[in-house]
């Protein structure tokens, strides 16, 4: 397995790049948002990576963050949903775009990826917003990009008030409510929802939290 390839970015395609490693060069596969945020070639450049094998073809899909290559795997547990489609999603709507879809039920907003249909969108909706939170706990607590990125396009991380554990420990609860700012609450609302949330790990504190913030009605 191939987790993370580092060098020189050669060149940028229409759906990859090319990156060399000094010895070897590897073409990875990228959303349409990681590769607008992509260096000038030459440039250091670091991708977290996932290797596809099938019968004929072997392929590399890159990320600029573990959380994102986790939405990646995630999306293709969905039948109908490969590896391409999943990058489209993620292209579209970026990591924290798929997280706040699958929070709110929002199948509207996963069928405008390109080439998602409504049924797809409906079916990624139903069968990953149980899953969600484990992704958007990690996305919370690891989401810095791959070294040798530029500072320019690091990921988001608002800054909360802090919050009094009511379960669970502090890191957990600290990582339950950056993610939850970083899907659109607001930090008082968020830490009011987890202070109530009976759990002990940011995956838990995250699925009761989001339950208590959903539109009533």
């Known amino acids: 397995?191939?987790?993370?390839?580092?060098?020189?970015?050669?060149?940028?395609?229409?759906?990859?790049?090319?990156?060399?490693?000094?010895?070897?060069?590897?073409?990875?596969?990228?959303?349409?948002?990681?590769?607008?945020?992509?260096?000038?070639?030459?440039?250091?450049?670091?991708?977290?990576?996932?290797?596809?094998?099938?019968?004929?073809?072997?392929?590399?899909y890159g990320f600029r963050t573990l959380a994102e290559r986790e939405w990646h795997r995630l999306l293709m547990t969905v039948q109908g949903v490969g590896a391409r489609a999943a990058l489209a999603i993620l292209g579209a709507l970026g990591p924290e775009g798929v997280a706040r879809a699958l929070s709110l039920g929002d199948a509207a907003a996963i069928r405008a990826a390109p080439g998602i249909g409504p049924k797809i969108a409906q079916r990624v909706v139903l069968e990953l917003k149980a899953k969600a939170p484990a992704v958007i706990a990690m996305g919370a607590h690891g989401a810095a990009p791959a070294a040798g990125e530029a500072a320019a396009i690091a990921p988001r991380t608002p800054r909360a008030a802090p919050v009094t554990p009511a379960a669970g420990d502090a890191q957990a609860q600290a990582d339950a409510l950056s993610a939850l700012v970083n899907l659109g609450y607001g930090a008082g609302e968020a830490a009011a929802a987890l202070a109530a949330a009976e759990a002990v790990d940011a995956a838990g504190l995250i699925r009761a939290a989001l339950r208590a913030l959903a539109p009533k009605g």
């Open 1 to 60: 397995m191939i987790g993370k390839v580092s060098g020189r970015l050669d060149y940028r395609g229409a759906d990859h790049v090319l990156i060399d490693t000094g010895s070897v060069g590897y073409i990875v596969h990228c959303s349409d948002r990681t590769l607008a945020a992509m260096p000038a070639p030459g440039e250091a450049v670091a991708l977290y990576t996932d290797l596809l094998v099938r019968e004929d073809l072997m392929q590399l």
